[in-house]
């Protein structure tokens, strides 16, 4: 029987949580964002704590290596990226639109849309809103920067505190210690296994774009970057990127340059590289790298992807997974646990 001490130390815990809850709520993303990627690293901090002998030098440099592969690309495309697409003048895009009209006019459900959809008075609409996107990016630029800042420095935090942080996350769960640190376990080696999948497919994929595009006159860096981040987006990916590009070759360059890129990109980067070339990276990085024994479906981390970039955004592709591998991980647990109760209830 629970006694009226146990009650009130429960109810007062409940309060403190939510005060805390209210308190904290602007910074819970960027805390669980940065819980999540302390998980997916653990193993490297771990490594360069026992190099360096110093868990404040270890989580220093794990911080700036984190800002060098993640953020420091994404501030690039947020400069560079913006600057570059302000300048594209109204006469190119008129070009552009002309190439898909005349390409529209041998399809005949795309020839219909064109009509409407890439009318005068829609065109113009779209470079009024594409111009007060432009405008508006400093503003939403510096909210996804102050996010990142934030990220980062809880990301120091908690590598620096390490093993008393998850500890404490062991503790709160109402679960026996050995069954706490198993779904613990599971999170972050999946979380190590996407973390470091994703990274080396969009340094490769962009890497390919951007040497081959650098050959025509463009920016192979800046496009190289896009195409990386692009390149992560389910389903669709880099074609958000190779597109565009494409149709701008047409109208500035010539036809052959245009379907250069194109089959580039399809046969290349979308065929050999995402479909043949990944999966190896995939596998290496898991069994050979990291060592993992933790059994992930591609089918499941691809949809976790999708979703969780759907809801969240950019940071979806992070939480996406850690929410799924946690979902599954607490299902094993309950099955258990109900598995358990049903024999005892037999005996």
Do not use: C
Request: hydrophobic share 55%.
């Amino acid at each position: 029987m629970i006694s009226n001490k146990s009650l009130m130390i429960t109810a007062l815990f409940i309060l403190s949580v939510l005060g805390a809850y209210s308190i904290y709520k602007p910074f819970l993303l960027p805390i669980v964002v940065a819980m999540l990627l302390t998980m997916a690293t653990y193993n490297l901090t771990k490594k360069m704590i026992k190099y360096f002998k110093s868990r404040k030098i270890s989580a220093a440099i794990a911080t700036l290596l984190l800002t060098l592969i993640i953020f420091a690309p994404i501030v690039y495309i947020a400069t560079i990226g913006v600057a570059t697409a302000a300048n594209i003048d109204i006469a190119t895009i008129q070009e552009v639109t002309a190439v898909i009209k005349t390409f529209a006019e041998e399809v005949p459900y795309m020839k219909e849309w064109v009509e409407t959809g890439l009318s005068d008075e829609k065109i113009a609409g779209y470079i009024h809103d594409s111009t007060s996107y432009v405008t508006t990016a400093g503003s939403v630029g510096l909210g996804f920067i102050k996010n990142m800042v934030l990220v980062l420095v809880f990301y120091f935090i908690i590598n620096y505190y390490g093993e008393r942080f998850f500890e404490l996350i062991r503790a709160l769960m109402p679960v026996n210690k050995m069954k706490s640190a198993k779904m613990i376990h599971e999170v972050s080696s999946t979380m190590e296994v996407v973390f470091y999948s994703i990274i080396v497919t969009a340094i490769f994929e962009g890497f390919l774009f951007g040497i081959m595009v650098s050959q025509f006159g463009f920016d192979g860096l800046l496009f190289g970057v896009i195409y990386g981040f692009a390149s992560l987006i389910p389903i669709i990916g880099g074609a958000v990127v190779w597109i565009p590009v494409a149709l701008y070759s047409w109208t500035k360059i010539d036809a052959n340059t245009a379907i250069v890129i194109a089959s580039y990109s399809v046969i290349i980067i979308s065929i050999i590289a995402d479909t043949f070339v990944k999966p190896v990276i995939i596998k290496v990085i898991k069994e050979d790298l990291l060592k993992s024994t933790i059994e992930i479906n591609e089918i499941v981390i691809f949809f976790s992807i999708l979703a969780g970039m759907s809801t969240y955004g950019f940071w979806g592709m992070i939480l996406g997974p850690a929410i799924t591998s946690f979902l599954i991980a607490i299902t094993k647990i309950y099955i258990d646990y109900n598995y358990k109760e049903q024999a005892i209830g037999r005996n």
